[in-house]
């Protein structure tokens, strides 16, 4: 317990002061990182760390998409010239896949590397959304307070699931991924969650902030929408550690485990926030 304390502080004392700067360029660079220490714990846990020649192009593109998203933002229509570059980035690992595939002359399991292709353009795909979502606004300084929704929804919905389950929990959620989790803890992880939310949002409504750029409506729907979708994404890194029989993806934040134990949750929440704020842009 210790150990988690501590190494929480030092990651809240690193992790603070980028998100306090991160309409500067020091922000896309922290997600690209994570990202790609994300990518080397997947190839670790599939046992394919060791194969450069097939990750490096992984660990680059997971490095640049991020930073990439930055410099587009002066640009007419940022988020899609950035989709455009993204897509054809994806195509290209995708046949680099099967070329590696090719001239190794079937030494590695075509299945396993479409595997790591796909959880790779997962990884990589949630903390560049991340950066769309700081970066995006359909109206005004949208991204500078769409942002922090990120985390919040994802760390006060594992918080108040894990507190609801301890005290209230009966039935298991899916005991064959995660035994501990259960359905009144995603039920109160669910209602803190939207309660945290409209408090967010009364907080740069109703003060001095004054920011009305995000409606009730939006907050409440990402309010019911994103902790559902947080705890999915912690039951998919949960799955993926079953099948690959890990305990932790890493060692980056001792006591936490790696990048993808930490942020599997908010890693699933960046890229639902793109998709609803674009379905209500269409309504605005």
């Not at 005991?175 to 309660?195: C, D, M, W």
């Not at 998919?236 to 305990?247: H, M």
């Not at 890693?267 to 609803?276: E, G, H, K, Q």
Request: hydrophobic share 50%.
């Amino acid at each position: 317990m210790k150990k988690r304390i501590i190494t929480g502080i030092v990651a809240l004392i690193i992790f603070l002061p980028i998100c306090i700067f991160s309409k500067y360029i020091i922000f896309p660079i922290a997600m690209g990182i994570l990202a790609a220490i994300g990518i080397y714990e997947l190839a670790k846990c599939m046992g394919m760390q060791k194969r450069i020649v097939l990750t490096i192009p992984f660990y680059l593109v997971a490095l640049a998409l991020p930073i990439l998203r930055f410099f587009v933002s002066g640009k007419t229509k940022p988020n899609s010239v950035f989709m455009l570059f993204a897509m054809a980035c994806t195509f290209v690992l995708l046949v680099y896949v099967m070329c590696y595939v090719t001239y190794t002359r079937n030494k590695y399991k075509l299945s396993d590397l479409l595997t790591f292709f796909a959880l790779s353009v997962y990884v990589i795909g949630c903390f560049s959304a991340v950066v769309i979502v700081r970066y995006t606004e359909h109206v005004p300084n949208q991204g500078a307070y769409m942002y922090p929704i990120i985390f919040i929804s994802a760390w006060i919905c594992d918080t108040f699931a894990y507190f609801t389950g301890r005290f209230f929990g009966k039935h298991k959620l899916i005991p064959e991924i995660s035994p501990k989790k259960t359905i009144e803890g995603a039920i109160g992880g669910v209602a803190f969650t939207l309660i945290a939310m409209i408090g967010y949002w009364a907080i740069i409504k109703f003060t001095p902030i004054n920011y009305d750029g995000i409606s009730l409506l939006q907050i409440c729907v990402l309010g019911v929408i994103l902790p559902i979708v947080t705890q999915t994404g912690d039951l998919l890194a949960s799955c993926i550690k079953r099948q690959y029989e890990i305990k932790d993806f890493g060692n980056v934040f001792p006591g936490h485990g790696g990048v993808l134990d930490r942020f599997d949750s908010p890693m699933l929440a960046a890229p639902t926030i793109c998709l609803v704020n674009a379905i209500f842009a269409l309504f605005n």
